[in-house]
C-alpha cells in the first residue's frame, strides 16, 4: 500500500525541540522529492518545508528558517523535521507529503504539535 | 512573494453545480492544484494541471486554468463533496516555492 506515516508529535513547552518522522512505503522514496506542511487549529494549509530526492537542496518558509531543519534518509524510507525553539504558533497538525507526479501527491495523516506552557 | 485568494464559502444544493475559484499571479506561469480536505482528515489532492483528475476521483469534478485564475467546478455535487477546498501553486519569487490558497468550504444543503 501507498502511503506516509508520520510521528513525533506531541506536546512541548515553548523554546523546545521535536523531531518529527515520516516513512513512506509503497514507492520509490528515493525518487521524489518530500515536503511538510503544516495546519493550525482551524486554519489553513501553510507550507513548511521541502528537501530534494539526494538532500541536495531544502527550502524552508520564512516563518521556520533558521528553527527547523528537513532531512531524509532514503535508505531507510524516511523523512524528518528537527524543530528547535518552538514557538506557540507553531501549533498544527503537520503533515508529510511526496512529490511524485505532482506537487504533494500523496499525504500522510499528519502529526499534532502543541506547544504550551 | 504571491499569494492565492479563493472565496471563504460556497453551498450548492444536492445534485447541483458549484464552481470554485482561486487568483493569483502565480497561476499566470504554474498551474494551480486542488485539494479536498474533509473534517477531521487529511488533504487530497482531486486536481492538477489545471484539469488532470487523479484516478479515484469521481468525474463529477473538473477543473479548468485561464490567465490568472484557476476553477474547480462539482457537477452533481454529493454530500461527500462538503469539505474545504484548497488550491495551491508554485509560486513566482524565488524565494518560497509554493503557496496555498486560504481554502473554500463548500457546504452541500
Known amino acids: 500500500e501507498v502511503q506516509l506515516v508520520e510521528s513525533g508529535g506531541g506536546l512541548v513547552k515553548p523554546g523546545g525541540s521535536l523531531r518529527l518522522s515520516c516513512v513512506a512505503s509503497?514507492?520509490?522514496?528515493?525518487?521524489?522529492?518530500m515536503n511538510w506542511i503544516r495546519q493550525a487549529p482551524g486554519k489553513g494549509l501553510e507550507w513548511v518545508s521541502s528537501?530534494?530526492?539526494?538532500?541536495?537542496?531544502?527550502f524552508y518558509a520564512d516563518s521556520v528558517r533558521g528553527r527547523f531543519t528537513v532531512s531524509r534518509d532514503n535508505a531507510k524510507n524516511s523523512l524528518y523535521l528537527q524543530m528547535n525553539s518552538l514557538r506557540v504558533d507553531d501549533t498544527a497538525v503537520y503533515y508529510c507529503?511526496?512529490?511524485?507526479?505532482?506537487?504533494?501527491?500523496?499525504w500522510g495523516q499528519g502529526t499534532v504539535v502543541t506547544v504550551s506552557s | 512573494s504571491s499569494e492565492l485568494t479563493q472565496d471563504p464559502a460556497v453551498s450548492v444544493a444536492l445534485g447541483q453545480t458549484v464552481r470554485i475559484t482561486c487568483q493569483g499571479d502565480?497561476?499566470?506561469?504554474?498551474?494551480a492544484t486542488w485539494y479536498q480536505q474533509r473534517p477531521g482528515q487529511a488533504p487530497v489532492i482531486v486536481m492538477y494541471?489545471?484539469?488532470k483528475r487523479p484516478s479515484g476521483i469521481p468525474d463529477r469534478f473538473s477543473g479548468f486554468g485561464s490567465g490568472n485564475t484557476a476553477s474547480l467546478t462539482i457537477t452533481g455535487a454529493q454530500a461527500e463533496d462538503e469539505a474545504d477546498y484548497y488550491c495551491?501553486?508554485?509560486?513566482?519569487?524565488?524565494?518560497?516555492?509554493?503557496?496555498f490558497g486560504p481554502g473554500t468550504k463548500v457546504t452541500v444543503l
Open positions: 507529503a511526496s512529490s511524485g507526479t505532482v506537487d504533494f501527491d500523496l
Open positions: 509503497g514507492f520509490t522514496f528515493s525518487a521524489q522529492a
Open positions: 528537501i530534494t530526492r539526494d538532500s541536495d537542496y531544502k
Open positions: 502565480s497561476l499566470r506561469s504554474y498551474s
Open positions: 494541471g489545471k484539469k
Open positions: 495551491n501553486s508554485r509560486d513566482n519569487s524565488a524565494k518560497i516555492p509554493y503557496i
